[in-house]
């Protein structure tokens, strides 16, 4: 008998719809939001707007392109936090109706717990690696920074977390100084690739043991444009590829310094990252580098499951819904939910 499970994605401003058969992804479909694009962020009220009127779409082209009926599924999984209120408002309520019409168990996912195990992710004629357990992840996305040990795909340890901003966010900010538009992330990623990442240093931060910080470097970004634009108003324009290098080596540098760590403390060197800064092309050549040099088994996601996708929520789903874990018609939306497991034992 195989698991076929409905993924419902919608925490921030993509709304995102998958099948899968047991691992084996049958369907993925994303619609992106542009209308934020003009802001230079999410504007959160605009976007439950947006997923109102994809995820009916989204839904139904998912279970066509996987070539089966609604009735044929054995569990809605959907993202239930951590992300905006309004946005995971669309799709819990929108798995309610469908579970209540449909008579389909409801299994909800935290979103964290989505990105980490997106690398059990199958496909049809892919190589299909996956990490063997217990493995560390290094979560790096627009909310979140975080060194987890994975001891099963129900069991997380948060070894490290960021006691300020996301190193997503550092990536943001940095565009949004350099007025680069949103997201930053790729912005820098692209202009990084042609830039000189030796050419500015910034400040680095001190913080014990696993923990990251990463709103001190931005404020070091801040100032010295600030600075330097005093002396030439074009400078920023003249010099944004190497801004962009010297900074993204900056952020890679703090992250890859405490991963380091958490090997050497662990012993574990499977090694993986996930979410949105994922698709860092700086910081998957560096993983990959160290990881050759240092004898890690690294794992870097396909390109298309580092940025949030619902994928990644049905494969979370299908290992809840084996494991017998349910929610009730009563299972409200969380904006927060740091402590990954708290939400698995809901
Ligand atoms: O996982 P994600 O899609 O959403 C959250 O769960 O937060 O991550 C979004 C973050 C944004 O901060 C975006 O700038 C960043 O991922 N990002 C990148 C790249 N692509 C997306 N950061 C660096 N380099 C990229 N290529
Ligand atoms: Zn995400």
Not at 37 to 65: D, F, M
Not at 90 to 113: E, I, R, Y
Not at 207 to 217: E, K, R
Request: overall charge neutral; proline content about 4%; some cysteine.
């Amino acid at each position: 008998m195989s698991d076929l499970i409905l993924g419902i994605e919608s925490s921030c401003d993509d709304t995102s719809a998958a099948v899968i058969r047991d691992e084996y992804l049958l369907s993925n479909v994303m619609a992106s939001q542009e209308v934020h694009r003009q802001y230079g962020g999410v504007v959160p009220e605009l976007a439950s707007r947006a997923h109102e009127l994809n995820i009916v779409p989204c839904v139904s082209t998912a279970l066509k392109n996987a070539g089966i009926k609604i009735s044929e599924i054995n569990a809605i999984a959907f993202t239930r936090g951590p992300g905006l209120l309004g946005s995971l408002l669309v799709g819990t309520s929108f798995a309610k109706g469908l579970s209540l019409a449909t008579g389909k168990p409801l299994v909800d996912v935290n979103h964290l717990q989505g990105h980490i195990l997106s690398h059990f992710i199958k496909q049809k004629g892919k190589e299909n690696r996956s990490p063997e357990f217990p493995y560390l992840c290094l979560l790096v996305s627009g909310g979140h920074t975080q060194i987890v040990k994975v001891n099963s795909p129900l069991e997380f340890e948060i070894l490290g977390h960021t006691i300020d901003d996301a190193v997503g966010e550092a990536f943001d900010k940095c565009s949004k100084m350099m007025g680069l538009g949103y997201p930053g992330g790729p912005v820098v990623d692209r202009l990084a690739k042609t830039g000189d990442p030796l050419k500015f240093k910034f400040a680095k931060p001190r913080i014990a043991g696993l923990d990251y910080s990463f709103s001190g470097i931005k404020t070091s970004l801040l100032y010295s444009m600030r600075d330097y634009v005093r002396e030439d108003a074009d400078f920023i324009e003249k010099n944004k590829e190497d801004i962009c290098a010297s900074f993204q080596k900056a952020l890679i540098d703090i992250l890859m310094e405490k991963l380091i760590k958490a090997v050497d403390m662990t012993g574990i060197k499977t090694v993986a990252i996930g979410g949105g800064v994922s698709a860092n092309s700086g910081l998957r050549n560096r993983i990959t580098d160290e990881g050759v040099k240092r004898g890690w088994i690294t794992f870097v996601p396909e390109f298309k499951f580092t940025t949030d996708n619902a994928a990644m929520i049905a494969i979370s789903g299908l290992y809840k819904y084996r494991a017998g874990m349910r929610c009730g018609l009563d299972a409200a939306p969380v904006s927060r939910a740091a402590d990954m497991n708290r939400l698995s034992i809901l």
